[in-house]
C-alpha cells in the first residue's frame, strides 16, 4: 500500500452542517497523521475510525483559527484515552509552542478536575511540540515528510507538507497562493491537495471583509495551474470558499478542467483518495 488521504473536513471558516473545518488525514505505511485540526476534527476522525490516540503526530501548515480551532479536542481526547504518559507530537511551523502553551492553560481548569476525580490518571496532557522550517524534512512513525514554503502573507510562516512512502507521494499545501516553494514541494506528486476558493463568486459577496480573502489564496484556476506546471497525476480541491453546493460540481470541476487535463477530485468530507 502507497499513501492514503481522507479529507476529514473540506469546509472553510463559513459555517456549513456538511464540512468540518480544515483537516485531513495521511495514511502512509505504519503512519498515521493528522494534518490541521479545523472545526469538527475529533468526529470527523471517529468517522474515519480513529481516536486521536491512534494518531502517530498531529502537524500544522499554519496558525489561522480555522485550522487549529478544534486542536484542544485533539489534546484532551488524547490525554483521557491514554494509558499511561504518552506524548502527542505536534510538529508545526513557529509560534506552534505558544498556541499549545494558551491551549493547556485553557484546559487548566478541566486538568485539575480530571486529575482529581480519576485515581488512576496521574499525568497531565504531554504534548510533544516540534516546530518546523521549510527545506527540512522529517520521519514520522515510518513515512518521510518534506516540509516546503509556502505563500499566504501576511499570515507567516505557513508550510506544506510532501509525504512520501513505498514509491507513492501526496502534497497537502494548506493556504497558500501560487509560488515556487508550492511548485517545488508539489513536483511530480500522485496527490495535490489544495485549498481553494472561487474569485468570480468571491468577488460578488455582500462583504467587505471577505473581499480581503482573494489576496492569500489559490484560486481553483491557480490550483489547476499548479497542478500542471508541477505535474502531479490528481488534483484534490478542499476549503471551499464558499462552499460548493451541491448540483454545482460541474461548474467547479470545468474551472479546474480548463488548466488541468490530470484526474480532479472534488473533496467532500471523509473521502479517500489513494496512491498509487
Ligand atoms: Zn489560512
Ligand atoms: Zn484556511
Not at 464540512?19 to 470527523?44: E, I, Q, Y
Not at 460540481?249 to 490530470?262: I, N, P, Q, S, V
Request: net charge negative.
Amino acid at each position: 500500500m502507497g499513501i492514503q488521504v481522507t479529507l476529514l473536513g473540506t469546509g472553510s471558516p463559513i459555517p456549513n452542517p456538511d464540512r468540518a473545518g480544515p483537516s485531513s488525514l495521511v495514511r502512509a505505511g505504519g503512519a498515521t497523521l493528522l494534518v490541521d485540526c479545523g472545526r469538527g476534527v475529533v468526529m470527523r476522525l471517529a468517522g474515519a475510525g480513529l481516536f486521536p490516540v491512534n494518531l502517530s503526530a498531529v502537524l500544522l501548515t499554519h496558525l489561522h483559527s480555522d485550522h487549529i480551532s478544534d486542536l484542544n479536542d485533539v489534546v484532551t481526547t488524547h490525554w483521557v484515552m491514554t494509558t499511561e504518559p504518552v506524548p502527542l507530537h505536534v510538529f508545526g511551523p513557529p509560534g506552534t509552542q505558544q498556541v499549545i502553551d494558551g491551549l493547556l492553560a485553557m484546559l487548566a481548569a478541566d486538568q485539575g478536575y480530571r486529575l482529581a476525580h480519576h485515581e488512576d490518571l496521574t499525568y497531565p496532557p504531554t504534548v510533544a511540540v516540534h516546530e518546523v522550517e521549510p527545506g527540512g524534512t522529517l520521519d514520522v512513525g515510518g513515512a518521510r515528510v518534506v516540509i516546503g514554503a509556502t505563500d499566504h502573507r501576511p499570515v507567516t510562516p505557513t508550510v506544506g507538507y510532501r509525504f512520501e512512502h513505498d514509491g507513492a507521494s501526496a502534497v497537502l499545501a494548506g493556504d497558500t497562493v501560487p509560488c515556487a516553494g508550492l511548485d517545488q514541494l508539489a513536483a511530480g506528486a500522485d496527490i495535490y491537495v489544495q485549498t481553494v476558493i472561487r474569485a468570480d463568486l468571491v468577488r460578488n459577496l455582500p462583504n467587505r471583509r471577505i473581499q480581503d480573502i482573494l489576496d492569500y489564496h489559490s484560486t481553483v484556476e491557480q490550483a489547476a495551474q499548479t497542478a500542471t506546471r508541477a505535474g502531479v497525476k490528481k488534483l484534490v480541491l478542499t476549503h471551499y470558499v464558499p462552499a460548493m453546493m451541491p448540483g454545482q460540481e460541474d461548474e467547479w470541476r470545468a474551472l479546474a478542467a480548463a488548466h488541468f487535463t490530470g484526474e480532479i477530485v472534488l473533496g467532500n468530507d471523509l473521502m479517500t483518495i489513494t496512491a498509487p
